[in-house]
């Protein structure tokens, strides 16, 4: 059973920068994609980055040129280096894996790591 862990969220003011680490343990044979998600209160669960396989990575237009995802492939983690933070950033941050095993292709999400962006 994957299961994947994150961490690295908090308080921060406007201005300043976060990283979160996602973490995904248990037999991996191959990842397909691998990102990270947000979901303000009242609001649905966006895309923020997301690496695909053999793909540039991929950025929603609000946070292009402030945030960056990076991949260890060795250690099948992702982060998130966000930068110049703004409130309308503030969040619960989701990571999300698609991966195979040898049989089968699975989705899931961690458990979420709030980020709170004061003004």
């Known amino acids: 059973q994957v299961q994947l862990v994150e961490s690295g969220g908090g308080l921060v003011q406007a201005g300043g920068s976060l990283t979160l680490s996602c973490a995904a343990s248990?037999?991996?044979?191959?990842?397909?994609?691998m990102g990270w998600y947000r979901q303000a209160p009242g609001k649905q669960r966006d895309m923020v980055a997301r690496?695909?396989?053999?793909?540039?990575?991929n950025y929603a237009d609000s946070v292009k040129g402030r945030f960056t995802i990076s991949k260890d492939n060795a250690k099948n983690t992702v982060y998130l280096q966000m930068n110049s933070l703004k409130p309308e950033d503030t969040a619960v941050y989701y990571c999300n894996l698609d991966y195979y095993t040898r049989t089968a292709r699975y989705n899931i999400w961690g458990q979420g790591t709030q980020v709170t962006v004061s003004s």
């Open positions: 690496i695909i396989s053999g793909a540039d990575p």
């Open positions: 248990g037999y991996i044979f191959s990842i397909n994609d």
